[in-house]
């Protein structure tokens, strides 16, 4: 996934905002204002490094004389004890940009470092793991991201890249074939090209959508080993297919094998144990 600059420009000022309000008083009473050092930050577990991206954007905002002297990139493996890049420049603004850039590190890393745990559990199937909508508000580009970087695949971004017609929308539009008509219209008319794929949630409602077809991808919600097996002799490699509900770590290689195409999990983003990173002052080289 790629950095929307506008967007994390717009997050970074937001967030910076939140933290500071009238200003860092901590610092400001604590440190000479022209005082200048330098800190290190260092991984405190195992784990894929993830955010460095958003951490050069991060200091850039707060100051764009500090200067950033990184060892690793993002998806590299980190042992524990090992120091990622080192920072120098004024202290007031390292202290500034510090807790911004550890929130988004470790958050990025902990996704990361999950996905690519899961991704190596069905490394030996076609199967892909897709992450979800359920990211935090402000964060989800830098949690796709973070998905992207542990060896995930990105569902889509939003509302507006796909036509995902769920459960709710079947059931408000009247039936599986009145939503899958009218989303074809509506790409019809306003000269869109993004995939319909279209939520089922037992083996009649695959049927109808294999009758009425037009879409792009099915996604079996909620289905059990055996009705996913069903299902997909019944789609017969006509269309994408993702299997959706209730998977975690215990029964993830169960589903990968039936074949399926995407195990879309909304835990990798939801319910995340951030990885424990720190920043931490060189205080040989303050001044």
Partial sequence: MKIDINLLSVFIKSALAEDVGNGDHTSLACIPNEAKGSARLLFKEDGILAGVEIAKSIFKEVDSNLLLELFFVDGDFIKKGTIILQVFGKIQSILLAERLVLNCMQRMSGIATETARLSKLIKHTKCKILDTRKTVPGMRMMDKMAVKIGGGTNHRIGLFDAILIKD??????????????????????HSLTIPIIIETRNLEEVKEVLTIGGIDRIM???????????????????????????INEKNLIDYAE??????????????????DISLKANKELAN
């Fill in 168 to 189: 709710n929308h079947v059931d408000y539009a009247g039936g599986i074939s009145n939503a899958i008509q009218r989303s074809t219209e509506y790409l019809k008319i």
């Fill in 258 to 275: 039936t074949g399926v195409d995407f195990i879309s999990m909304g835990y990798l983003t939801h319910t995340v144990r951030n990885l």
């Fill in 220 to 246: 079996l919600d909620n289905f059990s080993i055996e009705k996913i097996k069903e299902a997909l002799k019944l789609i017969d490699n006509q269309y994408i297919t993702e299997v959706s509900g209730g």
